[in-house]
Nanobody, 123 residues
Framework: QLVESGGGSVQAGGSLRLSCVAS????????MGWFRQTPGNEREGVAS???????VYPDFVLGRFTISRDNDKNTLYLQMNSLKPEDTAMYYC???????????????????WGQGTQVTVSS
């Protein structure tokens, strides 16, 4: 089970930190990621962290978003700075148990998903 929190409403330029608490599944996870989705659009990946500690970000969040993990707390984080109105979306965390060679941004690669937390950025 994955439970996100930390969403809310902020003004452009502000910051939020999302959290995703993981429970009741194997500890040998290959990859964890954050995705976002707006109504009528497909989910898009915004950050990924694999078991080796490598992170990946798309260009549109690079330098603004940071993904991290606290293994002792079974919690994944997404620190979001310099937020823009176009960052407004429902944000989801997800886990991939195995590496089957697909790209990190493909949501079909992930086995478990949280319920989402809404982020709204006003101009």
């Amino acid at each position: 089970q994955l439970v996100e929190s930390g969403g809310g409403s902020v003004q452009a330029g502000g910051s939020l930190r999302l959290s995703c608490v993981a429970s009741d599944y194997p500890s040998n996870i290959y990859r964890m990621g954050w995705f976002r989705q707006t109504p009528g659009n497909e989910r898009e990946g915004v950050a990924s962290l694999d078991s080796a500690g490598s992170t990946v970000y798309p260009d549109f969040v690079l330098g603004r978003f940071t993904i991290s993990r606290d293994n002792d707390k079974n919690t994944l984080y997404l620190q979001m700075n310099s937020l823009k109105p176009e960052d407004t979306a429902m944000y989801y965390c997800a886990t991939a148990l195995f590496d089957d060679g697909g790209p990190w941004w493909d949501d079909n690669e992930y086995n478990y998903w949280g319920q989402g937390t809404q982020v709204t950025v006003s101009s």
